[in-house]
């Protein structure tokens, strides 16, 4: 099932861009959550085009129906279908990607895989896939704050402009994320996102960078050992997100740099619990949770569309050129930002069910 | 089954450091492939103990013994169960284990998990759980070299000592790779590396770095859009490592720093084929391979068992102080450069079944 | 996944009976089938109500709409998603149902298991689930019949009426099937079979019986030894369907009565090929298909609501009465019969990709 | 993974009849349950060949070697992995096999599906297989035990023989199963049975009968709507032993001769619970245990191999004819028994485990 996601807690997600519309179903979700559309539409609101002036312009509403699984405002254990209508779809405007391979995109490897493709707007390969993750995403998110867990997703470097490490130590506030527009919790750093971000899709070109993503509030015991440990699960998901090129946790591909000596971090005994003084394992240690803060980066690409002309194949296979047009981001991040949280939220939800069925009822 | 990996062509592994032994089942594995135990020890020799003098001294033979799944010299598409007998088992050298949880360890977050644990050598934790990786990855890279694949890691860094990326662009020989005992291909690097580890190994201490894959002669069209991406199972598979903190395929982060412009993979015609005049994609579009080469960089922390006194807590929760002993590698990269294309090579083998699934059969 | 079948040709369905609507999404589906609405919707109006005079008088049209995964008429392999509007939801009728568990129906069950239940129409109990199955089965037995599968099923029973075996033992013609309302090929049988349920209907009771299916054109090598024998799978997938109570495959319960020498199907050459003289195994042995016809047959139990006064418990625990109302089958026999092809060619389907991974591509 | 049985608590099982062993690797078993070789020893000797008169009088001890999973005498929550030696393995008995596929055995279809297979002794079709499944359900037995659940299979009818209905209304003691070799708890039927067994056998022929399956101590609520129904896992699990023919649960096929106002199960209160005045349910409604007892029966065909005369077909596909020879049983049955017990427990545990992951923590 390569739409779906997760073993207990899943999520299955259908649709293309230009088509009647995308959505998911999740199955397994626990009883008895209250939740409205409303509060789905919040984190939808976080993603949709249109929401600021460095995002794409388009127009899209992006309206959340709950199809079913949802009784009297409450979870009822069954799948809960949800549906977002495409608002203008099958458009004209994508003739020419139906004939030509966009450059860095997805259209010659579908053609490769399927013999077959919807061409409009990418069809299933656009990033409006993500609705439906990030609508489930919500519901995940809920059922962690019942928990006391909370996950905060940031914007720490555009292209070559990164906030100071100093800045980005300690878990930021939603309010500090959501001030601007690009989602870097520091305000000078994201101005200067802001002005690059415009300077580039100026010229029509576009830029990468990188998101962090922490949570706190784990129990020590989430994860497998093995092949499902949770920085494998959250690797998988966010390299499962359009355009990104890299994960690491904790110290990740800098801690290779220091010794067992600098890197280890040590156990101590703080507030009658067994913690580490350090926190360069990102709170997985085995594959498993410690307890201690949760933390990743994710490395996204700049965006493939530019509005530049571009060498490139078409369907018969002849030397041609593509002239990229349209409205479309030329940095992705800030509209990304709901998505890592959202895959997190959906990898922890899942690990804690995995947890649940092993270690939930019998005791010897 | 947080023990088992991949969809079609799936292993199963199981086994503790000082248990009776280790061993894998593949479920799923195509008939007819001719195999023997010995091209499997062949995989499993350049991964075990005592190998060179940059490694552990400890004398494990690991020799694997085959349950079921072979007739005659042949698979036959039942599965087919390995088994490597653990030499020393159930040692009293790991009784400060039992009650001290060891930095960087897993014995911590196992206990939280279920409250019980093997500790003698890390018991599951231990990395000789990735002998039935290794003796899996064997048959899946003998299937690919019957369709051509190539599979070759190696290491491009320990700590800040880096092979000159113009020494990593091209696809290595086997040879230049085995050449010595640190599996860097670049022979000035290696022995640098070399000299490196003996150092840090005299102090007792440890260290980590990168280790790159590069595969060629993959077709266009494995992967699967969406959740199960090439990248994301290839991320997935190599954070399923132990020690590993950080996977990134292609231009990795190193590409964020770039724009679109500089950054898109052109299309261009070349031998009569839909080729990429560059490969920042690292032979990925979309989730789904390109026919380019692949190729990503895995992340290796330095070794969390230094023979140094370290802080840490007991079982009953009171700080106290553990000295590390025995015998380790004071750096887990060159027995890990098998390991880690024996887990591509079951990414890939999965992938390419799973294209077969969907259409292999059917024509419309 | 609890809501989701198959491995490789996976559907997964959602929805209740007074939502917004019942749907399903298949992942996996061989690209480029020609498929249109029309043609799913053939099969959907075989299962749906007011159809014939036996069956409940309710009137649902039960469109289904293609939400995505079809483009210019063509399957793409990404997944299919289908929708069903449910005509008249949130009905007031089911009020008592809210407090009084229905005997032999799911209410009390749910409540057991999540604590909550949507009461109105039996929620996702109700078998307007099937829709989906039904939706997605039009499309597997497209597929089947491409490649020259025919799958048959029709009543043998109601009750104590049953066919002469001696008019069930060939293959039969649709046209004999869709003769009469309740899908028995023997006219005969089936003018009396039709009696009996409007005689039972008039009392405000119910019947059951037993639906064969018969499916030839299976080539031989489907099928998974050991624990998804194609057996196994088909008798799951019929035990799946609301109201059944038994399944046999071949001989069946009745092949117990037999000795070895009787029941053993000997092997002979017919017309060049390898053929059983009988197929008392139903075309299956050892969980894989042998080429010859596949049959079986599955019991349904009465409908469990009748139109008569019941001694029932309700939500609070304390003993009540409960007398049906509405709109009802008799028996659901009839409406059953392609949902029983539909779930025997998702079998099938599912099956033969599986077979397709494994034997697909790589030889030697 | 089709070797594997189970979402949250899987076996996975491999080996051959004359290959070096067979074993079973459970994944996901809950830690600290304390379990001893002994304990799985005693299921194991109750299916081994050799135990009676009317078994096959092959001398194989079975015995079970813990290799994994265990430690101190507890589960850890780690695979665990169980192997049993072959004794006498790649006999030279099998020769003529090599070449003719045996009537109703899997020679022909392994053949077909895989173009090759471990003739000798019916390698992995060979009912040794369910060596892994006893000694996995063994553990799963206890499992269940802890919690008050205890599961009885026994022996109904053997060809034409059965006991009488009113013998079987009740749970029967172990020991009167277990009273004779037939494992018929009603003793006057199960002297008659043996006869029968003796008589057949001396004629070189093979019958077959009825297994039925008490389970009581479940609590409502296990079980999952849709296609992970109760009663579709359990029939899966029994379709998937060897030689099954059929499965049906409750009134199974009787059932269907009984009009809704008969067979419904009415509620009442009784001991303060909400409870069935009658149980033709089977102890499921809506695919969801509702604590009453779960019952089926399964239907064995009687045994394909048959010491006489067969005509059949040979690998290069001419007629030809096969002598049975060698020690087998005449009637699968009494060393079913302990399998379909095994199976029971591995549905229920699983189930238990699932109903944890959904219900397991969060509360709203």
Same mark, same amino acid.
């Given at each position: 099932m390569p739409n779906s996601f997760g073993k207990n807690f899943t999520i299955s997600t259908w649709g293309e861009s230009h088509g009647a519309g995308v959505g998911v179903v999740i199955d397994g979700c626990p009883p008895n959550l209250p939740i409205t559309a409303d509060e789905i539409q919040v984190e939808l609101d976080r993603?949709?085009?249109?929401?600021?002036? !460095?995002?794409?312009? %388009?127009? =899209?509403? +992006?309206? @959340?129906?709950?199809?079913s699984g949802i009784f009297e405002g409450k979870t009822t254990g069954t799948p809960i279908a949800m549906l977002v209508r495409n608002a203008d779809h099958r458009s004209s405007a994508y003739s020419e990607m139906k004939d030509k391979f966009r450059p860095s995109h997805a259209d010659f490897t579908y053609q490769s895989k399927f013999g077959i493709r919807d061409h409009a707007g990418g069809g299933r390969s656009s990033a409006r896939e993500t609705i439906g993750r990030v609508a489930a995403g919500a519901i995940a998110k809920k059922i962690l704050a019942s928990a006391g867990v909370e996950i905060r997703a940031f914007v720490t470097r555009i292209q070559d402009i990164a906030a100071p490490e100093s800045a980005l130590e300690n878990f930021p506030a939603a309010a500090d994320v959501e001030a601007t527009a690009i989602r870097c919790p520091h305000g000078e750093t994201a101005a200067?996102?802001?002005?690059? !971000?415009?300077?580039? %899709?100026? =010229?029509? +070109?576009? @830029?990468?960078?990188?998101?962090?993503?922490?949570?706190r509030g784990i129990p020590a015991g989430l994860g497998e050992p093995v092949f499902d440990r949770l920085e494998a699960d959250l690797g998988k998901a966010m390299l499962s997100l359009p355009a990104t090129k890299g994960f690491e946790v904790g110290s990740g591909f800098g801690g290779t740099l220091l010794k067992g000596s600098e890197h280890n971090d040590l156990f101590e005994v703080r507030d009658g619990k067994t913690r580490t003084v350090t926190n360069r394992s990102g709170g997985i240690q085995g594959g498993i949770s410690n307890g201690e803060e949760i933390f990743f980066n994710v490395a996204f690409k700049p965006t493939a569309t530019i509005l530049q002309l571009q060498k490139t194949v078409d369907v018969q296979g002849n030397a041609t050129e593509l002239m990229g047009k349209g409205r479309h981001d030329a940095c992705v991040l800030p509209r990304a930002v709901p998505i890592v949280e959202a895959m997190a939220a959906l990898v922890l939800v899942d690990h804690w069910m995995r947890q649940n069925a092993q270690n939930g009822t019998f005791r010897f």
């Open positions: 993603r949709r085009p249109g929401q600021s002036d !460095i995002v794409t312009p %388009r127009k =899209e509403e +992006d309206r @959340v129906e709950i199809i200067k996102m802001i002005e690059r !971000i415009k300077a580039v %899709r100026s =010229e029509g +070109d576009s @830029v990468g960078g990188v998101i962090r993503c922490r949570v």
